[in-house]
């Protein structure tokens, strides 16, 4: 079974503060994801990387960014919390369309 | 652009009953269509898809939904909904021509089962 981690179940941080939100996938995807989950707003795209080193701007891209260094492991950065950030972010790979979801990440940014 | 609207944010139904949740998409071509079911703190699972072929496909937990492309719609059926269907349902319609993957979600729909 395809494996999606992430790095915290729930983030407390504050207004400023930068923050490393890190996902893991076992399953050797070329493509790995990072949505933020709103209510009312469903998943909206913040970035997506095809491949190592290579990253595309999603929907809503301002306020982050993202690292893969490496095939299995896609960061999520907030350069300067601020409580706009306050959500739910789920990270998901996949091979083709398909794709796997990690358990989430709820950051309060206080 | 493609584009998927759930119309129905919120439907209770009572243990036992059927269940369809609607989905209407937007796309130029034929497009891969997904629905996925998130359970409260929880990520997404993959509930079914469809790429091509019989347009009837079947899913996981007895769900299973239909592609009608003269309605652009692939509405998602249960013929008896258990207390543990609560949850809320997420279509989503990829790009089967595109080369980047990237998926366009709803905006769900949340299902509240009555014992």
């Known amino acids: 079974d395809v494996k999606v981690t992430q790095s915290s179940r729930y983030l407390v941080k504050r207004t400023g503060e930068k923050v490393f939100l890190e996902c893991v996938q076992d399953?050797?995807?070329?493509?790995m994801f990072w949505y933020r989950q709103d209510p009312g707003l469903g998943l909206r795209l913040i970035y997506f990387?095809?491949?190592?080193?290579?990253?595309e701007k999603g929907d809503i891209p301002e306020g982050y960014s993202v690292s893969r260094e490496k095939k299995e492991r896609f960061s999520l950065i907030l350069e300067s919390a601020s409580t706009n950030q306050t959500s739910m972010y789920l990270c998901a790979s996949s091979l083709r369309t398909e794709q796997y979801f990690g358990p989430g990440t709820r950051l309060t940014v206080t | 652009a493609q584009s998927v609207t759930q119309p129905d944010i919120h439907i209770t139904v009572s243990e036992g009953a059927s269940l369809e949740l609607r989905c209407n998409y937007s796309?130029?071509?034929?497009?891969?269509l997904f629905w996925y079911v998130q359970s409260p703190g929880q990520g997404l699972q993959l509930l079914l898809k469809?790429?091509?072929?019989?347009?009837l496909v079947q899913g996981i937990k007895g769900f299973e939904a239909e592609f009608k492309r003269s309605q652009s719609s692939f509405n998602l059926r249960k013929p008896s909904v258990h207390w543990s269907d609560a949850a809320e349902y997420f279509c989503?319609?990829?790009?089967?021509?595109?080369?980047?993957?990237?998926?366009?979600f709803g905006k769900g729909t949340l299902l509240t089962v009555n014992p």
């Open positions: 796309y130029g071509a034929t497009p891969y």
């Open positions: 989503a319609v990829g790009d089967s021509g595109g080369s980047n993957y990237k998926l366009t």
């Open positions: 399953m050797d995807h070329e493509n």
């Open positions: 469809y790429f091509s072929g019989d347009t």
């Open positions: 990387s095809y491949d190592v080193k290579m990253k």
